[in-house]
Structures are given as C-alpha cells and as structure tokens.
C-alpha cells in the first residue's frame, strides 16, 4: 500500500510538472505575441488554454482518486491535498498568460506595447517564464534553494511592475488613456502570475520534503 | 459515524458562511470607503483581511481532520474537497475588497472615484455585495435557483465594468492617466470579486445537493 501511494505521488508530481511546464510555456509566447504583434501565436495561446483547464480537473481527479482508494492519514494526506494547491495555481498562471496573449489580440495589428515599454515588459516576462520554469525543476529534482528564490524572483516582478507604472505615468506618456489602461492591467497579470507562482513554490517544497519553507 | 459526518459537514457549512458573511462585509464596507473617502474604515476592511486569512486556514484544517479522521469515500469525499474550493473563492474575495479599500488609501484625501463614475462603482459594489449574500443564503437554506441568479448577476457586473471602462475612455475624461488607470484596476478587483462568487457559488450547489448546476 505505501508503494503504491509513493507511486502515486510520483504520477501527481509528474502531472504537476507537465501543467507547469504548460503555463511556462504560454507566457512564454504569450509576451512574444505581444511584442512582435503575432496574432496567431496570441490565438494559440488563447485556445491552450483549454487545455490548461482539462489538465488542470484531470489531476484534481487523480488526486480525489488517491484519497478515496488509499485513504492516506496525518503527513501522507496533507500532502496529497497539497497537490491540489499547486494545481489550482499553475491553472491560474495559465489564465493569466492567456490574458495576456488577449492583450495582444485586442490591439492587432498596432502594436499593444509601446516602445518605452518593450524592455520593462519583456523582463516581467521572462521573469515570469524563469519563475514556472523553477516550480517544474524543484518538481522534478527537489532543492528548497531554488524554490526560496521564486520570493526574490517575486521582488524582482514587482519592482518591474511599479516601472511599468512610473513610465505609464510619468508625464512623457503619449499613448493616450486607453494605452496605459491596457498597460496597467497587463501588469497587473504578470504581477499575478509571479504571486501564484511563490504561492506554487511554497507548496511545492512541502508537497517534495514534507517540511515548511 | 454517519451522523457524525453529516454533523462535520454542517460545521463546515457554518464555518463557509461566516466567511461569505465576512467577505460580503469587507466589500460593502470597501464601496462605502471608497465612495466617502473614509480612510478609516478603509483601513479596518485591509486589517480585516488578515482575519479572513485566518479563518479560511482554520476552515482548511477542519477539512483536512474531517478526511484524516472519517475517511469519507466516493461522494462523501468529493463534497468536503468542495468546500475546500469554496472557502478559497470566498478566501479571495476578501482580497480582492481590501484592494478596493487600498484604492481609497492611495487617493486620500482626495476622493479616488470621479463623480461621473460613482453611480457605476456603487452599483458594482451593490451587486457584489448582493452575491456574496447569495452564497451565504444558498449554504443556509439551499436554493438552486438563487445559486443560479449568481451567472446573472455577474453578467451585470461583466455590464458595468464595460461601462467603467467606456467611461474611463470617452474623450471626456479629465482625470488623467493616473486616475484611469486607478479605475481600470478598481473595474478589475469587483469583476474578479464576481468571478469568484460564481465559482463559490456553482461548488456550493455541489456541496448542499451532491448535484452539479
């Protein structure tokens, strides 16, 4: 029986790595959509999402599976319930990244990021991609060093995410009101998706060592 | 031992209202601040918050011995992992109205939302304190139908915050960028606080009748 279970956390955690590597993989594209004007990367990334949010209710199942079959007590069950966490914010992470490519679409095929901000955004996004690509290695080769620095990774988003605003707001703007709504929203979803991904990393390092960050 | 989860699951019913009560009281009480520049009450709606945090972690823990120790299989299961998924929407709006709140902070002394602007942001708070009353009432005496009304309502936010945004990028608008994009972002928390209350509101229909809206 407590094979069986170790196996079963082992199959959840590959699951897990698969979603992350999903929503990695859309913000991804997601801010290269966005900042190249591609509508067809933008509508892919739209339609995975789908995919995101099946994959998502397929591990919840898997999950209530493994409580209902193996009725695991104390650790083992918190542990699997810890699963469910994770799972719920990397699907999260994916909607995010899909609004992002939604952002792009709604301004094609003007540009939706204007010139001053093509630096700023293009490191929340691969702040972002570097924070998912952490949660899906401490998955797979378990470091509690590595899932810390998604808190710093996090301080880093946010600081990008108030320079997106200073430049929004500065009095050089010229993009009108519509251009900075646009900009300060999709700060806000780079900003969520670096919160869920800490939240994701913190449940992670307790879903792979048992132990509290 | 029946009797027993059934009596576990009425707690956890209790517990799930209190925290629909607490969290339709913060956005009430986030819209009145608002509306008023009232940083006081403002401020109690962000520490507040804290509490709601701590209730869902202690609903969190009675689920969690609930499963540990009447290790309920099949349907039984599935309807306390609901409330889990509950008390995290609920979790969240309390979030989202302390964002409101915080909006009024930001801005004080000076009123955050231009007059042309106050009937929308007021019917934006009626109606998410209404469905956040909904999903109390629903886990008090259940009523699909009213669980039902919850995709209406939310439809009507989805109506008023495209006319904020209409608003906010009408050529008329004088209060700037910064006081559009303040907007943008207070449009955005009440439309998620909806969002949410719709997913509360479809799982706590699964938790009191066993049976999907």
Redesign the interface.
Known sequence: MRAKFQQDLLDISGLLVELADQSRTAIRRATGALLHSDADTARSVVDADDQIDADYRRIEERI?DV??LQ?P??SD??LV?TA?HIA?DLERMGDLAAHVAKTCLRRYPEPAVPPELTEVVQEMGQVADEMAGKISRVLTTPNVDRAAQLERDDDAMDDLHRKL?SI??SGD?THG??G??DM??LG?YYERYADHAVNAGRHVVYFITGESL
Chains 1, 2 share one sequence.
Do not use: G, K
Request: net charge positive.
């Open positions: 209530f409580i209902a009725a007590v104390a069950l918190r319930l469910l719920a605003l929004v707001l703007w009101v519509e900075a709504v300060a929203l806000r």
